[in-house]
């Protein structure tokens, strides 16, 4: 199975800063890497697909970047409403599996 | 707009059985992929199973393989997924979700999710 390693678990930033959270494969995975949003109590949202690729909808203040076993997703200036956790998924090859998340906290 | 909408949870006792589903609309459903993910109170987002657009192709998580079984029907655009044997470990809410266009294991809409609770 293709372990996803997210850093870091947690981060706490300040409203108007930018934010940039690592993702890396265990393998190499082309650019077959999501990136979703969870908010506490809500579905997850998908916000990047294809490692860059911004899902219908989402603002350009989130970028995604990476090929092969590393990967980004970055925040820019960051609201209220961006604090939350994020999940990166590798759509390789099954398992599919997910990264272990990193909550974004208010600072 | 895509809809996603799950129902079919619930108490079960360990053991037991449960068929959940999930109603689609806003899109041609029997086009799709359709993929349910899972996740336990407070922890991650775990795939538990996938089926192709015709329902020809299933996938399964090794936790799961043996006692889930995924099913679609496309002329009522719903999916289902059984589950048997439950575990207190299978209590999650269980989201369904629908696949990227041309990639299968991609999710681009996510469901609301509905509560399995496996407990005596």
């Known amino acids: 199975d293709i372990q996803m390693t997210q850093s870091p678990s947690s981060l706490s930033a300040s409203v108007g800063d930018r934010v940039t959270i690592t993702c890396r494969a265990s393998q190499g995975i082309s650019n077959y890497l999501a990136w979703f949003q969870q908010k506490p109590g809500k579905a997850p949202k998908s916000l990047i697909y294809a490692a860059s690729s911004l899902q219908s909808g989402v603002p350009s203040k989130f970028s995604g970047s990476g090929s092969g076993t590393d990967f980004t997703l970055t925040i820019s200036s960051l609201q209220p409403e961006d604090f939350a956790t994020y999940y990166c998924?590798?759509?390789?090859?099954?398992?599919?599996?997910f990264g272990q998340g990193t909550r974004l906290e208010i600072k | 707009e895509v809809q996603l909408v799950e129902s079919g949870g619930g108490l079960v006792e360990p053991g037991g059985s449960l068929r959940l589903s999930c109603a689609a609309s806003g899109f041609p459903f029997s086009n799709y992929a359709m993929t349910w993910v899972r996740q336990a109170p407070g922890k991650g987002l775990e795939w538990v199973s996938t089926i192709s657009s015709s329902g020809g192709s299933t996938y399964y998580a090794d936790s799961v393989k043996g006692r889930f079984t995924i099913s679609r029907d496309n002329s009522k655009n719903t999916l289902f997924l059984l589950i048997n044997s439950l575990r207190v470990e299978d209590t999650a809410l269980f989201y369904c979700?629908?696949?990227?266009?041309?990639?299968?294991?991609?999710?681009?809409?996510w469901g609301q999710g509905t509560l399995v609770t496996v407990s005596s």
């Open positions: 998924q590798q759509y390789s090859t099954y398992p599919i599996t």
């Open positions: 979700a629908k696949s990227l266009v041309g990639a299968t294991r991609g999710i681009d809409y």
